[in-house]
Nanobody, 122 residues
Framework: QVQLVESGGGLVQAGGSLRLSCTAS????????MGWFRQAPGKEREGVSC????????YYVESVKGRFTISRDNAKNTLYLKMNSLKVEDTARYYC???????????????WGQGTQVTVSS
């Protein structure tokens, strides 16, 4: 089964930028709609952004619209999340996952990465 590995997290000041990457282990990546999810301590997991198999459809949760951009490179089996104008409230562990529905960014799984930590300081 496809394995997903995230990278690109780190510590950044508010207003800064990061780009997360999620690399799949094989070319079955193209068979999946993909998404980024995040979970902060004490909070429920949240669907941040999702993208369809060829990038034609994208979903963003309201709180990141205009600041985050999801993209994918199927030739590289890689999913990206460019995060600009980061806020303290964006602090969370970010996970990539396969998803069933791009429009609702729902039905996450069964394939998940291990996550990468994003910490935004004030």
């Amino acid at each position: 089964q496809v394995q997903l590995v995230e990278s690109g997290g780190g510590l950044v000041q508010a207003g800064g930028s990061l780009r997360l990457s999620c690399t799949a282990s094989d070319s079955t990546f193209i068979n999946y709609s993909m998404g980024w999810f995040r979970q902060a301590p004490g909070k429920e997991r949240e669907g941040v952004s999702c993208i369809s198999r060829y990038g034609l459809y994208r979903y963003y949760v309201e709180s990141v619209k205009g600041r985050f951009t999801i993209s994918r490179d199927n030739a590289k089996n890689t999913l990206y999340l460019k995060m600009n104008s980061l806020k303290v409230e964006d602090t969370a562990r970010y996970y990539c996952a396969t998803v069933a529905r791009t429009d609702l960014c729902s039905g996450a799984g069964p394939h998940w990465g291990q996550g990468t930590q994003v910490t935004v300081s004030s």
